[in-house]
């Protein structure tokens, strides 16, 4: 009887562990669920993570160098279909091989990160390289879970990023000479990304803007900081003065790219400024090609301020010169989608 009643008391105690683990808050089991994600999981999700978390430590040797660590194959997690995400991450790791066998490295050693940000996945390829100097190597893959397609930084955030990414890059760079003293322009194209959902990771190998650090340096845009507006062809005007120039309506643009806009002065002397948080940033007067950037020295572009119909219009570098960390793309209709960050 003593015996009887124990197993009963053993199954309400396993009842009540199911019970407690069915009833448990989705992300108590941390690889199950990533917490930047605001998405329920698919079982394919659900696949790719069980897969890419079981890391490999494996080691083999090719030439004399010493490989730690290769990126598992994702072919189990995806299937058939998706053999380009193979591909392109075997590439990847090619390419870091070759690298290492170039400056002579004893040893290249891999790691990988991987990022979910809605439909799209990156996978973040790591290789710290055993060579003089030692340094870390990175690419990565990002495509679409739902059709294995490899994209773009541009595709992944469904815009023209690249060109603003690289004012925020610039404007890094000079913000801290120290730092990035030895540095160079850098075309972000092709450059290793990853996305969150709640921002954009570029990625740069050790030594490409300091020569000073080994390590991965990165640039972060947050993605809520990031604003855009697009203008129809029929909403600005162009001049022909030998070419083409094309003159925006700054007020409505400047005003959806997340600044304040407003008059100023008296009659004969009234301006129009430009203002984030309170805080002035630019002058210009209609009819005087002189923008006056607050802290700087008047600039001239190639027309001053016109007004059309009780608007003010500028020339479209205004966008490339005067407004700080914005940039612009023409579509083949002729509209123009601006887009600028606030740190």
Same mark, same amino acid.
């Given at each position: 009887?003593?015996?009887?009643k124990?197993?009963?008391?053993?199954?309400m105690?396993?009842?009540?562990?199911?019970?407690s683990?069915?009833?448990?808050?989705?992300?108590?089991?941390?690889?199950d669920v990533?917490?930047?994600?605001?998405?329920?999981?698919?079982?394919?999700?659900?696949?790719?993570?069980?897969?890419?978390?079981?890391?490999?430590?494996?080691?083999?040797?090719?030439?004399?160098?010493?490989?730690?660590?290769?990126?598992?194959?994702m072919?189990?997690?995806?299937g058939?279909?998706?053999?380009?995400?193979?591909?392109?991450?075997s590439?990847?790791?090619?390419?870091?091989?070759?690298?290492?066998?170039?400056?002579?490295?004893?040893?290249?050693?891999?790691?990988?990160?991987?990022?979910?940000?809605g439909?799209?996945?990156?996978?973040?390829?790591?290789?710290?390289?055993?060579?003089?100097?030692?340094?870390?190597?990175?690419?990565?893959?990002?495509?679409?879970?739902?059709?294995?397609?490899?994209?773009?930084?541009?595709?992944?955030?469904?815009?023209d990023?690249?060109?603003?990414?690289?004012?925020?890059?610039?404007?890094?760079?000079l913000?801290?000479?120290?730092?990035?003293?030895?540095?160079m322009?850098?075309s972000?194209?092709?450059?290793a990304?990853?996305?969150?959902?709640?921002?954009?990771?570029?990625?740069?190998?050790?030594?490409?803007?300091?020569? !000073?650090? #080994?390590?991965?340096? %990165?640039?972060?845009? /947050?993605?809520?900081?990031?604003?855009?507006?697009? @203008?129809?062809r029929? $909403?600005?005007?162009?001049?022909t003065?030998?070419?083409?120039?094309m003159?925006?309506?700054?007020?409505?643009?400047?005003?959806?790219l997340?600044?304040?806009?407003?008059?100023?002065?008296?009659?004969?002397?009234?301006?129009?400024?430009?203002?984030?948080?309170?805080?002035?940033?630019?002058?210009?007067?209609?009819?005087?090609?002189?923008?006056?950037?607050?802290?700087? !020295?008047? #600039?001239?572009?190639e %027309?001053?301020?016109r /007004?059309?119909?009780?608007?003010?219009?500028?020339? @479209?570098?205004?966008? $490339?010169?005067?407004?700080?960390?914005?940039?612009?793309?023409?579509?083949?209709?002729?509209?123009i989608?601006?887009?600028?960050?606030?740190e």
């Open positions: 009887m003593a015996r009887s124990q197993r009963v008391l053993h199954s105690i396993a009842i009540l562990l199911i019970v683990v069915l009833l448990m808050p989705a992300g108590v089991f941390g690889n990533d917490d930047e994600m605001t998405h329920e999981e698919s079982q394919q999700e659900r696949t790719w993570r069980a897969n890419m978390l079981s890391e490999r430590t494996l080691s083999r040797r090719q030439d004399g160098l010493d490989i730690r660590n290769p990126i598992p194959d072919t189990s997690a995806f058939d279909g998706y053999a380009l995400i193979n591909e392109q991450i590439e990847a790791v090619t390419q870091i091989i070759s690298e290492a066998s170039r400056v002579r490295a004893r040893s290249v050693s891999f790691s990988f990160d991987n990022y979910v940000a439909d799209v996945i990156s996978i973040v390829i790591y290789a710290d390289v055993s060579a003089t100097p030692q340094r870390m190597l990175v690419r990565s893959v990002n495509f679409s879970l739902a059709t294995g397609q490899i994209l773009s930084m541009n595709e992944a955030m469904g815009m990023i690249i060109p603003l990414t690289e004012r925020v890059l610039r404007e890094r760079i913000s801290d000479p120290a730092r990035y003293m030895a540095a322009y850098t972000l194209e092709g450059q990304f990853y996305m969150t959902s709640t921002e954009l990771v570029i990625l740069f190998d050790g030594l490409r803007l300091s020569a !000073q650090y #080994r390590g991965i340096d %990165s640039i972060r845009l /947050i993605r809520r900081n990031i604003h855009t507006t697009t @203008i129809a029929n $909403d600005y005007r162009v001049h003065n030998g070419y083409r120039l003159f925006i309506p700054v007020g409505s643009v400047v005003r959806a997340g600044y304040d806009v407003g008059w100023n002065g008296e009659d004969d002397d009234r301006h129009v400024y430009i203002e984030r948080n309170g805080h002035r940033l630019i002058q210009l007067w209609p009819n005087e090609n002189q923008y006056f950037i607050v802290g700087s !020295q008047p #600039r001239a572009l %027309s001053a301020p /007004i059309y119909d009780d608007r003010t219009y500028v020339p @479209i570098t205004f966008f $490339d010169h005067i407004l700080p960390l914005t940039s612009y793309s023409i579509s083949s209709g002729g509209s989608t601006f887009l600028a960050y606030h």
